[in-house]
């Protein structure tokens, strides 16, 4: 690759860089361990031919 390229290549990804610090860190949802969550029911009806 000539030098052109590689030049081209670095203000490229250069850019591309500063646009993403740029845009920011989105904040992630905080983690909460030993939290107590109800189960969810199922609304899918069990049973077979003889379930009835």
Do not use: C, W
Not at 4 to 27: A, H, N, P, S, W
Not at 30 to 41: C, D, F, I, L, S
């Amino acid at each position: 690759m000539s030098e052109k390229d590689i030049e081209m290549m670095k203000k490229l990804i250069e850019e591309k860089r500063l646009k993403g610090l740029k845009r920011g860190v989105t904040q992630r949802a905080e983690k909460t361990t030993g939290e107590y969550r109800k189960a969810n029911r199922s609304t899918k009806k069990t049973g077979g031919l003889f379930d009835k």
